[in-house]
């Protein structure tokens, strides 16, 4: 015998039964609903004072019988539908409601996160008589924003629209929206923002950011969504509503993945994931999935991995108590070991210490190597500055080196040394470093301490930034707090302002008054003569530390 399914609570033994008999009841597959099962559903919604509801398979048999409060329902657990998936549920919910009221946005969100066929809603009229019959289909992305279609007949007696021809032709509507997406074969991503400190003008280029690293990582953005919020919720990060409205335009858009711009504490990233069933992502993985990609050398897969170990630790979870292991027989050898959980925890601090020590290693050989450098008394030029600035354009440009040079954050990660011949036959050794980020994981500056130990030797470091960029006071806000953070302000710096040809002279020659240092362009090579020779007396002329452009 099927049981009824929610509020049954002070029912009488009568009313059970009664309710029981509903699954006797079959209606033709091509209706939402027979006239017939209407009246009997809103007879005893009237009679229980409580709305009533049914979900009806594709052969129009009915398969839960389900009973609520006068003023919703609660559905049995029948799975949360996947993110891209084309076909519907086979399931169409028909309940009552008790004061004939349009669907609600709790009966709409059921239809899209449960992926159901339809969901209808029949008025309880006078002495229980059918009334009014409101009814919603999903539809596909149709560029308006709408997630489905409601629509309303004035009774369950009027003529109907044909149920299966119209979920025919939404889920071959499904088919070929998806069909369209799958051709890139890239995991498609909304990306998420929240602003706390009420600058919605800094969260907004914080986004864009984002949406760089996204496509930096091979992330197709569908969509993206900025919320202003006066504090973090503790559970979801953003609010529950928002959430839930990220649940449909994911549904609708085919969403496999959630980007957020702050980074995630574990307990957030698990409840996000749990409540809308997508992979979630914050800032700080998707920069690591990107240094994870770009790392080309031995060295720097290292580093990446000792970050990645890093940030993985404390978001280990137990997943089953079963998986606990017994330790040996013998006295004090009895009862559980460790868990799966501490092994798993245990085996990543090993790893974490072992690539410490090799990371450490590399780092003496680095300071061996320089050593040597600094017998010969070399002067050493370091470039550093925001990612994506220019930095290894500049060093092509003054070396005629052919490093990696693309339109993408992070395109360099490992460094890079040349050799330079300035005038009067006099050599230095210019080095690219990795380019920094705002927000850039503290595991992320750890990790990469070998690497960045070249800048602790060199005798001057060009600052580049991309005058072009309209976030450009952030970035240099952001370099400096990093060398900041490693002990490196006192070094002396030139700001080199790259892309100078993207802004009026007149705007040039204001930065230059203001801020200081040299204009250049460096895809276009101009203005490095001008570098050069800046760079040439700062670093042999007397008194040169004073004569650079200090920010």
């Known amino acids: 015998m099927k049981e009824i399914f929610g509020n049954t609570l002070g029912l009488k033994s009568s009313e059970q039964q009664r309710l029981r008999n509903t699954f006797r009841r079959r209606v033709d597959p091509r209706e939402i609903v027979s006239a017939e099962l209407a009246r009997h559903l809103t007879e005893l919604s009237h009679e229980l004072n409580r709305q009533v509801g049914v979900l009806i398979n594709r052969k129009g048999d009915i398969e839960h019988v389900v009973v609520g409060n006068a003023h919703k329902l609660e559905l ?9 998936q084309i076909r519907l549920r086979g399931l169409r919910l028909v309940h009552t409601h008790l004061k004939s009221e349009p669907l609600t946005k709790d009966d709409l969100t059921d239809l899209a996160l449960l992926r159901l066929d339809c969901v209808a809603a029949v008025g309880v009229g006078q002495e229980g008589l059918p009334g009014v019959l409101h009814y919603a289909y999903l539809v596909p ?10 629509s309303k007949l004035p009774s369950v007696h009027v003529e109907q629209p044909d149920v299966l021809a119209t979920l025919d032709a939404l889920e071959e509507e499904f088919n070929r929206k998806a069909a369209s997406r799958t051709v890139s074969g890239r995991e498609r991503a909304i990306l998420v923002a929240v602003c706390l400190d009420g600058n919605r003008a800094r969260a907004e280029s914080s986004l864009a950011e984002l949406k760089e690293l996204a496509r930096t990582a091979g ?3 569908m969509d993206s969504v900025l919320q202003v919020r006066r504090e973090a919720d503790p559970r979801y990060l953003i609010g529950r509503g928002k959430l839930d409205d990220l649940n449909l335009r ?9 980007i957020f711009d702050k980074d995630l504490t574990p307990s957030q990233g698990r409840h996000i994931g749990d409540a809308t069933s997508l992979k979630v992502l914050d800032r700080t993985q998707l920069i690591l999935d990107i240094f994870a990609q770009r790392a ?4 720097g897969k290292l580093q990446v991995e000792l970050a990645q170990q890093k940030y993985r630790l404390p978001r280990l979870v137990q997943g089953d108590d079963s998986l606990s292991r017994l330790m040996g027989g013998g006295v004090g050898g009895r009862g559980p070991g460790e868990t799966k959980l501490e092994i798993d925890r245990r085996r990543v601090r090993e790893r974490i210490t072992n690539l410490e020590k090799r990371i450490d290693l590399i780092s003496r050989e680095r300071s061996v190597r320089r050593a040597q450098r600094n017998r010969r008394e070399v002067p050493v030029i370091s470039i550093v500055g925001y990612t994506n600035a220019g930095k290894s354009t500049l060093l092509n440009a003054i070396t005629n080196a052919e490093v990696l040079a693309e339109d993408k954050l992070f395109a360099t990660l490992d460094p890079t040394s040349r050799r330079l011949r300035f005038p009067q036959e006099r050599e230095v050794i210019i080095t690219d470093t990795v380019g920094f980020i705002r927000d850039l994981p503290k595991d992320l500056v750890a990790a990469f301490r070998a690497t960045l130990e070249e800048l602790y030797d060199a005798s001057l470091l060009l600052h580049v930034v991309d005058a072009g960029d309209p976030a450009r006071d952030d970035q240099v806000e952001a370099v400096e707090t990093i060398l900041n953070s490693l002990g490196l302000m006192e070094k ?10 993207l802004l009026p002279a007149d705007e040039v020659e204001q930065l230059l008054r203001s801020r200081g240092g040299v204009a250049i362009s460096a895809a276009k090579r101009e203005g ?24």
């Open 76 to 84: 049995p657990d029948i799975g949360r539908a996947r993110a891209g």
């Open 296 to 299: 080309q050398t031995a060295e």
């Open 528 to 551: 490095l003569a001008t570098l050069l020779a800046k760079a040439d007396t700062t670093l042999f002329a007397e008194g040169a530390s004073e004569s650079i452009g200090v920010v």
């Open 141 to 150: 992305e149709n560029g308006t924003g709408e997630f489905w279609q409601v």
């Open 219 to 221: 992330v197709e953005v």
């Open 250 to 258: 994911s549904m609708q858009s085919m969403v496999d993945l959630l």
């Open 492 to 501: 002396p710096r030139l700001m080199v302002w790259n892309k100078a040809d």
